[in-house]
């Protein structure tokens, strides 16, 4: 796994061992960006990558410009892999925070904080089905301008405040560009 673009393209991307993460495939995160980069400019943007995995996402967005990226998973051994991802792209390596959390608990603790990002990732487990709760935590933590990419295997009925900005089918991956109502 690589960054696709931006000022780290062709950077390696290590992928913790096992089956606790699922890393988004080249094909899909090349079509998402894509998706991404006609709606919004990523320089200087807040990002907040939940679910972080192997920070692949947070990643190509620091490679194209963001100014500060979150990633934030609950397991201790795949934070130790994003700390080695993150500090495989330098100079940027300050513009990136990982944390060990579990979502919900990080997205409760930014609300307080009065915390707003441009983009969020929301890509959990396949087998996830704490949706409307998730999202309704992330709704607190987004501006008008915002963008949300849910990320799942199968498409994700949006909660009330949320409205699909479009709907990607990858045959086993379902990309949902999401945005306030």
């Not at 692949?56 to 080695?84: M, N, T, Y």
């Not at 409760?108 to 089905?129: E, G, M, Q, T, V």
Request: proline share 5%; glycine share 8%; charged share 20%.
């Amino acid at each position: 796994m690589r960054v696709l673009g931006g000022t780290s393209k062709g950077k390696k991307i290590k992928t913790p061992p096992g089956s606790l993460t699922r890393p988004t495939s080249a094909r899909v995160k090349n079509s998402l960006f894509g998706m991404l980069c006609t709606r919004i400019d990523f320089f200087e943007i807040t990002v907040l990558d939940l679910f972080a995995g192997s920070g692949s996402l947070g990643l190509e967005a620091i490679s194209r410009g963001a100014s500060q990226v979150e990633f934030v998973d609950s397991a201790h051994s795949v934070v130790q892999v994003l700390k080695q991802n993150i500090a495989g792209i330098p100079p940027d390596v300050a513009r990136a925070t990982a944390i060990k959390s579990p979502a919900l608990a990080y997205l409760k603790n930014r609300i307080s904080a009065n915390a707003h990002y441009d983009l969020i990732f929301c890509d959990p487990p396949y087998l996830f089905d704490d949706w409307n709760e998730l999202l309704g935590h992330v709704i607190q933590v987004t501006t008008e301008d915002s963008i949300i990419v849910i990320e799942s295997d199968r498409e994700v009925n949006l909660p009330e405040g949320l409205s699909v900005l479009k709907v990607k089918d990858y045959g086993s991956t379902v990309i949902t560009l999401a945005s306030l109502a």
